[in-house]
């Protein structure tokens, strides 16, 4: 079975911490940037976070930038996104997928022409609330 399967998610105050994981399952992860992504309800999705295959480089949108951090173990088949300083508007669903044209990060948020995200999760929950 060829996907994604995202974990971590929960329900946290505002100003705390959460660590999504996500965990690529039927593929090899190391050979391709994996970017994350949340939709809140009535809001269109949104591309949060990006990191590349191997040389470290990432990318964030402006708003999660300084206060969420993704990494990966390729040994693990698995990427991570550290969310510290959490934030209301933060509340969505997160979804984990691979960029299927690239290896590494290029630009967020990106184009179809720049990217081509495939494989897919279905998703971890996050709420932030008092």
């Known amino acids: 079975q060829v996907q994604f399967v995202e974990s971590g998610g929960g329900l946290v105050q505002p100003g705390g911490s959460l660590r999504l994981s996500c965990a690529a399952s039927?593929?090899?992860?190391?050979?391709?940037?994996v970017g994350w992504f949340r939709q809140a309800p009535g809001k269109e999705r949104e591309e949060v976070s990006c990191?590349?295959?191997?040389?470290?480089?990432?990318l964030y949108a402006d708003s999660v930038k300084g206060r969420f951090t993704v990494s990966r173990d390729n040994a693990k088949n698995t990427v991570y996104l550290q969310m510290n300083s959490l934030k209301p508007e933060d509340t969505a669903i997160y979804f984990c997928?691979?960029?299927?044209?690239?290896?590494?990060?290029?630009?967020?948020?990106?184009?179809?022409?720049?990217?081509?995200?495939?494989?897919w999760g279905r998703g971890t929950q996050v709420t932030v609330s008092s």
């Open positions: 990191v590349g295959h191997s040389d470290g480089s990432t």
């Open positions: 039927g593929f090899s992860l190391d050979d391709y940037a």
């Open positions: 997928a691979a960029d299927l044209m690239n290896s590494r990060c290029k630009v967020l948020p990106s184009t179809p022409g720049q990217t081509a995200y495939g494989y």
